[in-house]
């Protein structure tokens, strides 16, 4: 049996993942040249897909020269971490990042935005160090309006405050993301909690209408919490796609409100043109499998079955399989 379209867009869009510049582009090729040549059909829209990829990681190689604190988006958030310099910003990434991050880059002087990819809740979620914010950024200073900019395009952020540190070391930073009218979803971090006095991390949640979380780079307990504070963060649902009676292992993430519509639109463009409706198991569903529209909207955490002319039969026949 052939993979599933749905499943190789998958396979191919974990090859891409991490890649860019030259490197992508010769994974594009690769996956360009393992792919059946069909004039039509979902294997040419995959064909058209990469292509497409291909010519923007060119333009954005072209780009990035030209600005080099861009950085491009991958996974389904973008949040970044903030804060004065020695906090543990660094450290916090390393911590949290799916791949060693080498040293050699990515010292303790860090002065670009750098990209980490994390997994939250079975998400890719791409985290981005903006490096030492400090007072005066907005002039530009230490390339401070070029940070704000990378800052802007965040879905959120996450404000780091070394938990002995003075508070006022925070409202710097603060005073700085709000005169640079910066308003993203926020937590603080109450970073290198395994050295903060008695009471440090409580006096910090009694001076901020903020959520706080304390984390130590030492204590992989916290740094868990840290990461389901990270999920709760993004403001995503994941939704586990069920087809011919299995459930993907790995969720999609969609921006609330998500329905069903959109959960097709994620998988491919032609799937949400051919939708008819969806199964659903879940808090969105009043009960196990409740048929449902292509508006229905759904919640964290569903098993949807989205149902296409052509889609999987369940449990039938196996023949009758078809990509989706
Ligand atoms: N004890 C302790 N030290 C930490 C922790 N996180 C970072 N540090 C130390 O704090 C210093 C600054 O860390 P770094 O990650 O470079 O901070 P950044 O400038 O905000 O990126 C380094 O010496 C780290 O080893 C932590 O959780 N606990
Ligand atoms: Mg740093």
């Given at each position: 049996?052939?993979?599933?379209?749905?499943?190789?867009?998958?396979?191919?869009?974990?090859?891409?993942?991490?890649?860019?510049?030259?490197?992508?582009?010769?994974?594009?090729?690769?996956?360009?040249?393992?792919?059946?040549?069909?004039?039509?059909?979902?294997?040419?829209?995959?064909?058209?897909?990469?292509?497409?990829?291909?010519?923007?990681?060119?333009?954005?190689?072209?780009?990035?020269?030209?600005?080099?604190?861009?950085v491009r988006r991958?996974?389904?958030?973008?949040?970044?971490?903030?804060?004065?310099?020695?906090?543990?910003?660094?450290?916090?990434?390393?911590?949290?990042?799916?791949?060693q991050i080498k040293?050699?880059?990515?010292?303790?002087?860090?002065?670009?935005?750098?990209?980490?990819?994390?997994?939250?809740?079975?998400?890719?979620?791409?985290?981005?160090?903006?490096?030492?914010?400090?007072?005066?950024?907005?002039?530009?200073?230490?390339?401070?309006?070029?940070?704000?900019?990378?800052?802007?395009?965040?879905?959120?952020?996450?404000?780091?405050?070394?938990?002995?540190?003075?508070?006022?070391?925070?409202?710097?930073?603060?005073?700085?993301?709000?005169?640079?009218?910066?308003?993203?979803?926020?937590?603080?971090?109450?970073?290198?909690?395994?050295?903060?006095?008695?009471?440090?991390?409580?006096?910090?949640?009694?001076?901020?209408?903020?959520?706080?979380?304390?984390v130590s780079v030492?204590?992989?307990?916290?740094?868990?919490?840290?990461?389901?504070?990270?999920?709760?963060?993004?403001?995503?649902?994941?939704?586990?796609?069920?087809?011919?009676?299995?459930?993907?292992?790995?969720?999609?993430?969609?921006?609330?409100?998500?329905?069903?519509?959109?959960?097709?639109?994620?998988?491919?463009?032609?799937?949400?043109?051919?939708?008819?409706?969806?199964?659903?198991?879940?808090?969105?569903?009043?009960?196990?499998?409740?048929?449902?529209?292509?508006?229905?909207?759904?919640?964290?955490?569903?098993?949807?079955?989205?149902?296409?002319?052509?889609?999987?039969?369940?449990?039938?026949?196996?023949?009758?399989?078809?990509?989706?």
């Amino acid at each position: 049996m052939p993979m599933p379209h749905r499943t190789q867009m998958q396979v191919i869009k974990r090859r891409l993942v991490g890649k860019d510049g030259a490197e992508r582009v010769r994974e594009l090729r690769a996956i360009l040249a393992e792919l059946p040549n069909y004039k039509s059909g979902p294997y040419a829209d995959i064909r058209k897909w990469l292509n497409a990829e291909l010519a923007a990681t060119r333009t954005r190689a072209r780009v990035v020269h030209r600005d080099s604190l861009a950085v491009r988006r991958e996974g389904a958030a973008q949040i970044a971490l903030v804060g004065a310099p020695n906090v543990g910003k660094s450290s916090l990434l390393q911590a949290l990042s799916q791949v060693q991050i080498k040293t050699g880059d990515y010292a303790f002087t860090t002065t670009r935005p750098a990209p980490a990819l994390t997994r939250v809740e079975g998400v890719l979620v791409q985290l981005v160090e903006i490096p030492g914010l400090i007072a005066g950024a907005r002039a530009g200073r230490g390339g401070g309006r070029a940070l704000l900019s990378v800052l802007r395009g965040a879905d959120a952020m996450v404000l780091c405050h070394d938990a002995s540190a003075p508070f006022a070391e925070l409202e710097t930073v603060r005073a700085e993301l709000a005169a640079a009218s910066i308003s993203l979803r926020t937590i603080v971090a109450a970073t290198r909690a395994d050295e903060a006095p008695a009471g440090a991390v409580d006096r910090l949640r009694a001076a901020l209408e903020l959520e706080v979380v304390p984390v130590s780079v030492l204590d992989d307990a916290s740094i868990e919490a840290f990461r389901a504070a990270l999920w709760r963060l993004t403001g995503l649902v994941r939704v586990f796609l069920r087809s011919g009676g299995e459930i993907d292992r790995e969720p999609i993430a969609l921006r609330p409100p998500a329905t069903a519509a959109d959960a097709a639109r994620a998988v491919h463009g032609d799937l949400a043109r051919r939708l008819r409706g969806a199964r659903v198991w879940g808090a969105s569903a009043r009960f196990d499998g409740q048929r449902v529209g292509a508006a229905h909207e759904l919640c964290d955490g569903d098993v949807v079955e989205l149902l296409a002319p052509g889609a999987p039969s369940g449990r039938g026949d196996p023949s009758a399989r078809r990509p989706w």
